[in-house]
């Protein structure tokens, strides 16, 4: 799945030092877990979505410092991201890999096929469009083995309900189930968390947050010799029902981090988009975003987003207090480089402290944390904190879509499911989401669709 160039440069930058860095801090943890690999001492792992997230997020595995693992099989719908994904993975894990033709599945049953290659205990990475994310912890759950999903998990309300029920079933089975919201497991925000917590820089009044950067997610109509679902699923950034659209699939880090240092969830969300310089560009996001989410308490959040060439780009998010202020991002979701100052004004002589560098990579900490509770049959289960930041995400996104004000409740409540038949797609099912004549597809129309995000079709 694509990224953007600061987020490939992030992951490129950190996996070049995650082995001496994490083997330098982290000892091989203890082999309690009775669903631990069946007995053995080297946990199998299937990749399921190969795109660049999906390698990404099977690099790290493989690079887990507290014992062996071993990737067994890989799945997609499009067999050139399958062979592209197994030959990157080859020339650096080559010693962890035994995925020989008969175990690389294509098709929307592959997921199925590769999870059946596991044996209970064994770890399963969903990394395809969030759309899939559900049918592939249901599944994971009926096979008893343990999952790693990306973010989002849900894109809209009946699916988060059905998630949180999901993650219920999960403890009952002792499952582990990681969530890649992988900032929540860099240590730097951890220990930022626990000064905020202890009232560093006060009571905490305001938090604002931006992503900014050039043209994200564009495409023009469907001309190539592939369906339009699999054209759906190979853009999904572009695409509400696959993916939240950019809104969800970018900006969820952020609101979760914001969020996780407040200690709550917004209730409710009020917001503005706008679309400007699209072209032939037939996607579903709005050019700019301006959310404002509160707190039970009447703290404001503010997050600008904006994907427009020539403009001023920007990564960051912050904290402000009644005593000061603190940095929870910096440029990027890595390094986070977080520090707290005795002021608003953000200046080197109003610094209390800063967290030392270089950093470990949160992208491989979360795998390391989620290999460690397996092995060490601990709790680790982040399936409804997923669910609930992937909704309150979608909160935002919603408020700005339809031009309302959307709360906690009604975003959860929300009927309307994006793609209800998702679990039943095959290769030759049409998509969700239907183009007219001139191949565009319906945009979010604020103020004229009121109770939906777009018009669907007949």
């Known amino acids: 799945m694509s990224q953007t160039a600061s987020e490939q440069t992030s992951r490129r930058e950190f996996l070049k030092n995650t082995g001496r860095i994490a083997a330098a801090s982290t000892l091989v943890a ?60 080859q020339e650096r894990h080559a010693a962890q890999m035994d995925v020989p033709d008969d175990r690389k599945f294509v ?63 999960a403890d009952k089975k002792n499952l582990k189930i990681g969530v890649g919201l992988m900032v929540r497991h860099c240590r730097g925000r951890q220990e930022l968390k626990k000064r905020i917590d202890a009232g560093e820089i006060g009571d905490i009044h305001t938090i604002r947050a931006y992503r900014m950067g050039g043209r994200a997610a564009t495409l023009g109509p469907n001309t190539s010799n592939i369906s339009d679902l699999l054209y759906q699923i190979r853009r999904f950034h572009s695409f509400l029902w696959s993916s939240g659209g950019l809104f969800s699939d970018y900006y969820i880090h952020q609101i979760d981090e914001c969020s996780w240092m407040k200690g709550a969830w917004p209730v409710e969300a009020r917001a503005i988009g706008a679309r400007h310089y699209r072209g032939n560009s037939v996607d579903q996001n709005l050019d700019n975003y301006s959310v404002e989410y509160t707190f039970a308490d009447g703290t404001k959040f503010f997050y600008g987003g904006r994907h427009m060439d020539g403009c001023e780009n920007a990564f960051n998010s912050f904290v402000h207090g009644t005593k000061g202020s603190a940095v929870v991002s910096t440029s990027a979701h890595t390094p986070g480089r977080v520090r707290t100052y005795r002021d608003q004004n953000m200046a080197r002589e109003n610094l209390i402290w800063n967290f030392p560098q270089p950093e470990p990579s949160p992208y491989q900490l979360e795998w390391d944390d989620l290999i460690d509770a397996i092995r060490r049959d601990e709790p680790f289960n982040e399936t409804e904190r997923g669910a609930i930041a992937s909704m309150v995400t979608s909160m935002g996104r919603m408020a700005a879509h339809t031009g309302n004000v959307i709360t906690y409740d009604q975003m959860l409540n929300c009927p309307h499911e994006f793609a209800p038949n998702v679990a039943k797609f095959t290769m030759d099912s049409p998509a969700p989401l239907k183009a007219d004549s001139e191949g565009k597809y319906p945009v979010p129309q604020p103020g004229v669709l009121k109770d939906r995000e777009y018009q669907e079709f007949a």
């Open 30 to 89: 203890g082999l309690g877990s009775s669903l631990y690999a069946a007995g053995s001492d080297t946990i199998h792992v299937a990749l399921i979505g190969c795109g660049g997230r999906g390698t990404g997020a099977a690099q790290n595995a493989l690079s887990v410092p507290n014992g062996r693992t071993k990737l067994i099989a890989l799945a997609d719908v499009f067999a050139d991201r399958v062979d592209r994904s197994f030959k990157g993975l």
């Open 107 to 169: 098709g929307f049953d592959a997921y199925k096929k590769a999870m059946d290659c596991l044996r209970p205990g064994d770890v399963a990475i969903s990394a395809t469009p969030p759309a899939f994310r559900e049918v592939h912890l249901t599944y994971a759950i009926q096979k008893g083995v343990h999952l790693f999903m990306e973010k989002p998990v849900t894109v809209d309300g009946p699916t988060t309900k059905r998630m949180l029920v999901l993650a219920k079933e």
